[in-house]
């Protein structure tokens, strides 16, 4: 059998050729004879299972993922200052500036194009699958089980990456005749716990038939399994239950054109319940299964007494880049490839080599001041609650010592902001005189690289308008602290992560709390997470006489500004916290601000460490849902456009 990426460029092709000119609308195909050659023996039928998983492929790039270039964690240079060079579409960042219309939408996922994937043609793939499983004759009965069981997780998971962007859907749940009518063809939406409820019953008719975890990770690393299954379960009842789609009176007297009603206006609390009964079972069977919370085993060209600022930082880093077989905590995981034309959009310059060749580091996705400030202080306190963390003087210039050095190079003068924050700090965010350990140089951590980012002579700093970070910091987390980088790179792959044992966690914890638990019931799932990130519990935190709101995890409201917090902390830049704004009602107070970096192109610290506007977000109540293409609305008279577009 080959493996599922070495099926992934044929099957795209051969799923592209099954797919109708009808755009969106659930038509079957009227090419007969492919599709019963695509069903003629078992190995033709694998092959068109795969098509269903390669849109799932295709989406693995995070800047075409809204909870990655939507959420205000990263900024990128504006649309005038990128070339051609840079092959990345900047359409979902670019939206931050106000470019998203209905006309025209970015991230397109309705219709597939502006960066966006055709979904539900996608989804129409899997019903052709399911339609025609029974056709090969040569295919065994707990084989097929198990392929059946894939797709209607397939068609579970695509419904709900459609409902996150446009909140209720059309259900997709069979393909139409070819001769049926045009009135037959012309869907409309349904409302969203008729969404919500669909997806629940296809991923639990697809979970008992599902291996909870791939045996031949050799062969199958990547299909779907049982732990996966139920993860994105308890992913989608939670996100039924937030703000945004329970009980939500922005969206009063949305309804399809014949009044029925598309958003329930009453808060449902039992929704709650349902949710945390479905991270329960998912968490549980993860711990069963043997997944726990990853830790940093050193390699043997590391000095034997690496210091432990280190493997606090490593344990975090590589809970991310580990791969995937050694990653106690990875639950669901992209193609195995985040490596070449990826992580080098990340990485700061840091020799002489790589100063010369921006193209080998070019560290154009660039980290807000604001993004850095949310990570909590060395005692496990945000920043502005930290009794013993000099708030109001941390944009004020201090210089490294031997006592930092292995988070701030020895010697040199950065801000009080970028001391004592926690590992977690260390390990997510570079910045101007950071350490970063790695690049080959294992064998001696006292001499790590580190950065120099100060106006345009420096390695790091500006070099052009297009090999520009505008803010001064990297999202260092999501590249492997195994890549070499000089002149040319020499790339540590690593399988983007969709869902680690952290989130689960803390979803959990989430649940808990909204359902009115006891702070004794939740904080356990809290501290799990905490204890690997090598701070304090909450309790100890807030109650160490050191907090200036002492009691704030004794209540409810205190508890979920502590969990969400935790989660934009835990899960950065991982495409999951803008997903989170977005279902909290959040998001649009974080982009009522201006997004603010350094002044990079200043040598001097004194004037470098001045916050800037690099632009201020445009972000109203009608972004937290996309619009459907104008089109579309033409075209198809059943349809209704999310509200305010």
Request: proline share 6%.
């Amino acid at each position: 059998m080959k493996s599922l990426y070495s099926k992934f460029l044929y099957t795209v092709i051969l799923g592209l050729s099954l797919t109708s000119c009808k755009k969106y609308l659930n038509v079957t195909p009227d090419n007969v004879g492919t599709i019963d050659y695509a069903f003629r023996n078992r190995n033709e039928a694998e092959n068109y299972l795969f098509s269903c998983y390669s849109t799932l492929q295709k989406m693995q790039e995070p800047w075409m993922d809204a909870g990655f270039a939507t959420s205000g964690e990263l900024v990128f240079p504006g649309p005038k200052e990128i070339d051609d060079t840079q092959s990345i579409n900047a359409v979902g960042f670019n939206m931050m500036r106000g470019t998203q219309t209905s006309g025209t939408p970015g991230l397109n996922y309705w219709d597939g194009n502006e960066g966006g994937q055709a979904l539900f043609q996608a989804i129409r793939r899997c019903n052709t699958m399911l339609e025609n499983i029974d056709k090969p004759i040569d295919l065994g009965e707990s084989e097929k089980k198990r392929w059946i069981a894939e797709v209607k997780f397939l068609k579970a998971y695509y419904h709900f990456y459609l409902f996150r962007m446009y909140g209720p859907i059309p259900i997709t749940n069979v393909n139409l005749p070819i001769n049926s009518s045009i009135e037959e063809t012309r869907v409309k939406r349904n409302p969203v716990d008729s969404v919500v409820n669909y997806m629940v019953r296809l991923i639990d008719e697809a979970t008992p038939n599902l291996p909870n975890q791939i045996q031949n990770q050799a062969q199958e690393l990547g299909r779907i399994t049982g732990l996966i299954a139920r993860s994105v379960k308890a992913q989608i009842l939670v996100t039924a239950a937030s703000p945004l789609f329970n009980g939500n009176s922005d969206y009063t007297g949305f309804t399809n054109k014949d009044g029925q009603v598309l958003f329930s206006q009453e808060k449902d609390p039992k929704k709650w319940d349902r949710a945390a009964e479905a991270c329960s079972v998912a968490l549980n069977a993860c711990l069963a299964s043997g997944l726990k919370l990853h830790t940093f085993t050193p390699t043997a060209n590391m000095p034997a007494n690496l210091p432990q600022e280190l493997v606090n930082v490593l344990t975090f880093q590589t809970a991310i880049t580990e791969k995937w077989e050694l990653n106690t905590e990875l639950i669901w995981g992209m193609a195995p490839n985040f490596g070449f034309g990826r992580q080098e959009r990340f990485i700061p310059r840091l020799t002489a080599a790589s100063a010369l060749n921006i193209g080998s580091a070019q560290g154009f996705f660039a980290v807000p001041i604001a993004e850095q400030e949310l990570f909590y202080t060395n005692n496990g306190l945000p920043i502005d609650e930290d009794k013993t963390w000099d708030y109001r003087n941390r944009y004020t210039l201090k210089t490294g010592t031997s006592e930092d050095q292995y988070h701030v190079h020895n010697g040199y003068e950065t801000v009080k902001a970028h001391f004592k924050r926690e590992p977690r700090f260390y390990a997510s965010i570079a910045f101007d005189g950071g350490v970063w350990y790695g690049n080959g140089q294992l064998s001696d951590p006292a001499n790590a690289n580190y950065i120099q980012a100060r106006g345009t002579t420096s390695y790091a700093g500006p070099k052009d308008q297009s090999h520009t970070n505008i803010s001064g910091y990297w999202p260092k987390k999501l590249v492997n602290y195994l890549t070499v980088y000089n002149d040319r790179l020499t790339y540590e792959n690593f399988h983007f992560p969709l869902m680690r044992l952290s989130d689960l966690y803390l979803l959990y914890a989430e649940a808990l709390n909204e359902q009115g638990k006891s702070y004794g019931e939740i904080l356990p799932y809290i501290d799990e997470v905490r204890k690997r990130a090598k701070i304090p519990t909450v309790t100890e935190a807030w109650t160490a006489q050191l907090s200036t709101t002492p009691s704030k995890y004794a209540n409810q409201v205190g508890l979920r500004q502590i969990i969400h917090q935790e989660r934009r902390i835990e899960l950065a830049f991982e495409c999951i916290p803008g997903w989170d704004l977005r279902r909290w009602k959040e998001l649009q107070t974080v982009m009522t601000k201006p997004m603010q970096g350094w002044s990079i192109y200043d040598d001097q610290a004194l004037n470098y460490y001045r916050p800037r506007n690099l632009f201020v977000p445009v972000f109203n109540t009608k972004d937290y849902l996309w619009p459907i293409k104008a089109d579309n609305l033409a075209v198809n008279p059943n349809l209704v456009q999310n509200p305010f577009w």
